[in-house]
């Protein structure tokens, strides 16, 4: 996973849950990553794995609904001193800390951007806002480095549209200005969840594009959130899988990819559409994913594997296997085959 000080966000055992008509759901059961410097890494998995719970807890933008059970996620930043990091669960949601860490160190992009943009503002005048409150400017500069930043995101024209509304842009185009809001505070880390979704296949691909040379260009890293392993294959350098709030398998791309363990990564990688498998009918995953109100006992997954051993996955929690120091799944079929390589 690379040496500790590459390391720019530590998640640790976080577990998050919603309190909905005094029922506690869990929505993300005790996960642990590393963001890198410099890295993409993907998180995918279908609706309800817990992957944009994971994001906002990150950001501290969750519902009132929403409890941070336990678990840290720290910062490492040089403020507000060198070598100490910012806890990030201790801080007030709302808290001025937290407010300058949000758009300034950490920044977000969203699904809909139409959801995100005030449909009485002006693009420009949100891009303004974000610079205003991150870096020391005169409105007027704030202006400039607003329309550099459309020019930079691929908005043709960046001088009229500056002063245009969302609905008066596509959607391709909105998500380019709600990107260039999220550059507007020079942020080390992005959160993209899942900002392709609503756009054609064209679009998408400028978009990917996009991300991954201003990536490059800038240093920073991005987690980018996503059901599509299509999206991830073009993007992340490491994969994290997560399914019913629990990550079950992890690894580089090549590792998850070429070497898939988990049966549910298997699976997902069965229904990506591939040039060898054109014209046939797409594999699908039998069932759904388990209501949160009805979480099965031993693995999640057991009620939908077509693997599972009776009496075994549905009884206690899979043990993690480890196939290298990037690549692990939490599954019982592999265990003496990891323990065989290490």
């Known amino acids: ?105 950490i920044a977000m992009i969203f699904q809909e951007p139409m959801a995100s943009f005030s449909p009485v503002h002006t693009i420009g005048n949100q891009i303004i806002e974000a610079i205003l409150l991150h870096r020391r400017m005169s409105k007027a500069q704030a202006r400039q480095a607003a329309i550099s930043l459309l020019e930079r995101v691929g908005i043709a024209n960046p001088g009229r549209r500056v002063d245009q509304y969302a609905f ?10 709600m990107i260039a ?14 900002p392709t979704t609503a756009l054609d296949v064209t679009i998408q691909a400028q978009i990917l594009t996009l991300l991954k040379t201003i990536q490059a260009e800038t240093g920073m890293a991005i987690i980018f959130i ?15 899988v997560m399914y019913l709030g629990k990550i079950v398998e992890r690894g580089t791309k090549y ?27 797409l594999a699908t995953i039998p069932g ?3 209501s949160p109100y009805e979480r099965p006992a031993g693995c999640a997954f057991h009620t939908r594997c077509t693997r599972k051993i009776n009496g075994v996955c549905d009884q206690a929690l899979p043990p993690t296997a480890h196939f290298s120091a990037t690549h692990t799944a939490d599954c019982v079929l592999y265990v003496d085959e990891a323990n065989a390589d290490a």
């Open 1 to 105: 996973m690379g040496a500790e000080s590459d390391v720019l966000l530590k998640v640790e055992d976080l577990r998050v849950t919603f309190g909905i008509e005094k029922t506690v759901i869990t929505a993300v059961d005790g996960i642990s990553f590393d963001v890198r410097r410099g890295q993409i890494l993907g998180v995918v998995g279908e609706s309800g794995s817990g992957k944009s719970v994971t994001g906002q807890s990150i950001l501290r933008i969750l519902p009132k609904s929403a409890t941070i059970q336990h678990g840290s996620i720290r910062l490492f930043v040089d403020d507000p001193k060198p070598g100490d990091p910012i806890e990030i669960t201790r801080l007030a949601p709302n808290s001025r800390q937290m407010e300058r860490l949000r758009g300034g160190r």
């Open 255 to 281: 590792e998850i990819f070429d070497h898939p363990k988990h049966p549910y990564t298997v699976n997902l990688l069965d229904a990506v559409v591939r040039h060898e498998n054109r014209g046939q009918r």
């Open 181 to 194: 809001i999220a550059l507007a505070g020079q942020p080390d880390l992005l959160i993209a969840d899942e």
């Open 288 to 290: 759904k994913i388990p």
């Open 168 to 177: 008066e842009l596509s959607g391709g185009m909105r998500q380019r200005a």
């Open 226 to 240: 996503t059901h599509d392993l299509g999206v991830i294959a073009q993007l992340a350098d490491e994969i994290v």
